[in-house]
């Protein structure tokens, strides 16, 4: 059996009038994330940690920002077809662990419906996957409300 591990980094800035997808739910908040997809900065850095553990390059290569196919799209539908590449490459994903930097909004009360997000778009166990979150401690780019980053590791073994 062979593992592998993927990290994937991804930021996204928060503007008034934008809404806030995190982990392919929506987060009632006064800002929301800025992007040419839906901006779920938490799926995009799973796809990134899952492509670069199977050596698939990054989510830019596959779903580039420049395409109109893309504009807007649920992120959700790219953590689809990304894990879909994994899969074909005779991988599955062992487990997920993601943390959210951010100031605001507070987000444990919704971090189950995200687990549940992820694991239902990736059909895998929900006890799988684990995210968490943090602020910053108002220092840098996420305490100033300025933008939210997320981390996510991966795990997969190939079947």
């Known amino acids: 059996m062979s593992f592998r591990i993927g990290l994937g980094y991804d930021v996204h800035r928060l503007a008034e009038g934008e809404t806030l997808w995190l982990g392919g739910i929506l987060i009632p908040h006064e800002k929301g994330l800025v992007a040419h997809s839906d901006g779920d ?57 993601a943390t959210i930097s951010a100031q605001k909004p507070r987000l444990k009360d ?18 799988a996957i684990n995210i968490k979150a943090t602020t910053t401690e108002q220092l840098g780019f996420e305490g100033r409300e300025e933008g939210i980053s997320v981390q996510a590791v991966v795990l997969i073994e190939k079947l």
Do not use: W
């Open 41 to 97: 900065v938490l799926l995009h850095a799973i796809c990134d940690a899952l492509l670069g553990a199977a050596k698939l390059r990054d989510i830019g290569y596959h779903f580039p920002d420049t395409s109109s196919e893309f504009k807007n799209i649920d992120s959700k539908v790219l953590l689809a077809q990304t894990y879909q590449l994994v899969t074909g490459k005779g991988f599955r994903l062992v487990n997920l662990d």
């Open 110 to 127: 919704y971090i189950p419906g995200m687990e549940k997000a992820i694991s239902d778009t990736l059909n895998v166990d929900a006890e």
